[in-house]
């Protein structure tokens, strides 16, 4: 039986994954103007169903059905001054994700959809989130700025 | 780094040692170390680039590292009394600054025999970010 495994070839146009950010208004609709994230190093799409377990006199083993799922996008990059601190570092929730950058997405608690295309194969991954997990570092040994972003999923992942 | 690595061995008293400005092999293949024992021979820059951060687009954080590698003989019997100043001094050499900087710097010793002469081999290597 054949293997198909899915690889993906950094460097190559389309042949990795990408993410791109586009902030919501208050009321649901999109700020026009979407943020490509650059550099990153990994992605991790989690998925994690709760699971609520019971006994019963006629069974040896706990019974179990899953309930909601925790979703979230991890990963991990090389910052950019631009997409980082975004067009204007002063930018405020009504203003799209390039002006805001990520940092200011996270500081501004703003509501964005994460498209992922080019995820696991050909697949789009679309979701709602937060952008929460900041952690910029740099160390003598490592003078490159690097941080994980961790896009907190607000329902289901949506696959295409 | 090589101008820079004997600027910087000139301007040291290597005891019994002595700097020479000339590469450590002529044009015949002769290996001028082992011809003039005791002088101290600093080889061209080696440069290689090597990926330092990898990501997933094609912009990846590339990094140089410059080696060079210094060489001198001695007899292999009788050790000179200075040969452990000698070394200490070559190695100091890691410290050196370039105008762009260096985020690490790093050097590896190693000795071989050949006849009746021990060569020391000191390779140091100078990193730094593209």
Known sequence: MAT????VQPGVSGQYPTVSLTAFYANGVTIAGSLTVPSLQDITVNNSNDVFNWTQLNETGKLAVATTSTNSIATNLVLEDLTWFGSNITAGGTDTAVAQGINGLSRNKQKCKVVITNAIGARTITANCYVTGLAATVSADSPVWLSPVTFNVTGDYQIS | MRDQVLA???????????????LPFDNAGTTLYLKNPKRVYVDLDQNTTEVFIGVMGNNSIDMDVVSVIVYFANDAKNLPADYSDTVNAVVGAKSLYAANGFFKRDYLTSTKYENDLMVTIIELRFYKLQ
């Open chain 1, 4 to 7: 198909n495994y899915i690889a």
């Open chain 2, 8 to 22: 910087y061995l000139d301007g040291l008293d290597l005891g019994t040692f002595a700097m020479s400005q000339e």
